[in-house]
């Protein structure tokens, strides 16, 4: 490792504990950054308020199964985020299913935990000079590196802010209903009062922080039904 080459974040979904101590011990902290999850609602969580430079699912979860939560990290989501399958499921059908769902690699229990390694490092050289810079009108943003440029002003988003952001500049023109947003935000959580008062604080939070750095909040509300993503020029033209 350079020195001045950052860690690369990793989320670990699976529910052997002493597998994902193993591992996290074989990587190491210098080189990687890595997150846990147990199941399939904590790894979709963290997915929906986390940046990951690869996940590692295991199939074979409590509750919701490795091919569900990679369908729905690919559909739900909208994550791209490189995904190797780790599984004792060896059969054809299975693997098959697997790249159906938006795997990008698929490696059959047991296996040396160096291969492991050398299939993340290949998936993240594949996938790192992809991720694309994507547009909404004037507004960019870019997902590696969680910032957003409008007319030549620029700000870095984190946590939900970047999640949320990402969210609504992916569905550009179009507005996401309130339960699609606690959906993505919150692994499926059933939509109610609870989810709605924080969703609510959480486009306030990111209004806030881009009107404080680019002069517009961004995000508009349509009334009884979600939020949608407005462009300056957007506005412009329903004014003229």
Known sequence: M????????LLVVEDQVDLAENLFEFLGEDRYSLDF??????????????SYDV?????????????DVCRRIRQDLQ??????LITSLSA???????????ADDYLVKPFELREL?????????RHSPMKPVLQAGEIRFTPGTLEVELRGMKTTLSGTSSRLFELLIRAYPNFLSHTALSDALWGGARYG?????????????????????????????????????????DGDRTTS
């Not at 999850?37 to 308020?49: E, M, R, S, V």
């Not at 590692?56 to 490795?66: A, E, S, T």
């Not at 994550?79 to 190797?84: F, K, L, R, Y």
């Not at 390694?117 to 050289?125: D, K, S, T």
């Open 2 to 9: 350079t020195a001045n080459r950052p860690p690369l974040r």
């Open 37 to 50: 999850a147990a199941d399939g609602l904590t790894a979709l969580h963290l997915l929906a308020t986390e």
């Open 55 to 67: 996940i590692v699912l295991d199939l074979m979860l409590p509750g919701v199964n490795g091919f």
């Open 79 to 84: 994550c791209q985020t490189p995904i190797i």
């Open 92 to 102: 054809l059908n299975d693997k098959e299913k697997g790249f159906e769902c938006g």
């Open 117 to 125: 390694q050398l299939r993340i490092e290949a998936l993240h050289r």
């Open 193 to 233: 009062d609870a989810e709605g008062n924080s969703l609510r604080t959480h486009i306030y939070t990111l209004r806030k922080a881009l009107a404080a750095d680019l002069g517009n909040g961004l995000v508009k509300t349509v009334h009884g039904r979600g939020y949608r993503l407005e462009s300056p020029e």
